[in-house]
């Protein structure tokens, strides 16, 4: 199992990023899809996830209106649309893989498969 994710890079605030993350080696509709931060000295946090076939998306509270989680399953993608972003967006992003019958999973230790991260940095 592969969970490759890109996108990340150097931004201005207010600009916006998209992140990609293509899996292989699952079954993707099967699996909840989730994107997780981390910024240098702090813990994992979620940002947002989706379950595979017509579930709804869930945020977290602080990105909820500038944040959008999309997925191609024909693709085995998930997509991370970040808008006016902020220098404390700065952090490595992480997409995960995981199943469950729960409509979201926030926690990191709900997921199965993790990337190997990419990182975003919001200059002020």
């Known amino acids: 199992v592969q969970l490759q994710a890109s996108g990340g890079g150097l931004v201005q605030a207010g600009g916006s990023l998209r992140l990609s993350c293509t899996a292989s080696?699952?079954?993707?509709?099967?699996?909840?899809m989730g994107w997780f931060r981390q910024a240098p000295g702090k813990e994992r946090e979620f940002v947002a996830s989706r379950r595979g076939s017509g579930g709804s998306a869930f945020y977290e509270d602080s990105v909820e209106d500038r944040v959008s989680i999309s997925r191609d399953n024909a693709k085995n993608t998930v997509y991370l649309q970040m808008n006016s972003l902020k220098p404390e967006d700065t952090a490595v992003y992480y997409c995960a893989a995981g199943r469950s019958i729960l409509p979201a999973i926030t926690t990191p230790r709900g997921y199965t498969y993790w990337g190997q991260g990419t990182l975003v940095t919001v200059s002020s």
């Open positions: 080696g699952i079954t993707f509709s099967d699996y909840v």
